[in-house]
């Protein structure tokens, strides 16, 4: 059996210290599978840290457009949907540290079938600029849509 730890060099988080926006190179986005209800889809953004980095904060929403496939479609900024997004109580985004053992998530939703009852297009991945970043990623996930929204990172 291989046991996993952590890195050497990551450093533990103290909830006392004060802690910087992230930046694009400490973090790391990958996608849960594509979950499906009548005629929605969503995905499920991870968000964590990168090996190594120092404990960051994320604020706010990622902006999300479609990847390989067409037409390209960009996420609409939702506080929440059918299938995630804020709790009814709160219109405020929260800020969500990631650390060694804490990480972000965000939700995006998308429209499967058109308003004529059509099957929407197929996409490969999705193009992912985590908030307060200026770096896209690019996450492998297929998902149909028509359109989509993204809902706001909470700790997950």
């Known amino acids: 059996a291989t046991v996993l730890t952590p890195p050497v060099w990551a450093v533990p988080f103290d909830a006392g210290e ?14 849960s599978p594509t979950q499906g209800a009548v005629g929605h889809r969503s995905v499920t953004l991870v968000f964590t840290l ?9 604020t706010g929403y990622p902006e999300v457009d479609s990847g390989a496939g067409s037409p ?4 609409e900024l939702t506080l ?18 990631l650390s060694l053992t804490e990480q972000a998530q965000a939700v995006v939703e998308a429209i499967a079938v058109s308003d ?3 099957q929407c297009p197929t996409y490969t991945d999705l193009r992912v600029n985590p908030p307060g970043t200026v770096f896209v990623f690019t ?5 149909d849509a ?11």
């Open 72 to 75: 390209s479609i960009h996420a």
């Open 50 to 58: 990168a090996g190594g980095a120092v404990p960051c904060t994320l």
């Open 139 to 143: 996450v492998p996930v297929t998902v």
């Open 18 to 31: 004060e802690v910087a926006p992230c930046r694009a190179d400490q973090i790391a986005v990958s996608a």
């Open 80 to 97: 929440r949907g059918d299938m995630g997004g804020l709790p009814a109580t709160s219109d405020v985004p929260p800020t969500v540290t």
């Open 116 to 118: 004529g009852g059509d």
């Open 146 to 156: 028509c359109h989509l929204q993204v809902h706001p990172v909470i700790a997950g």
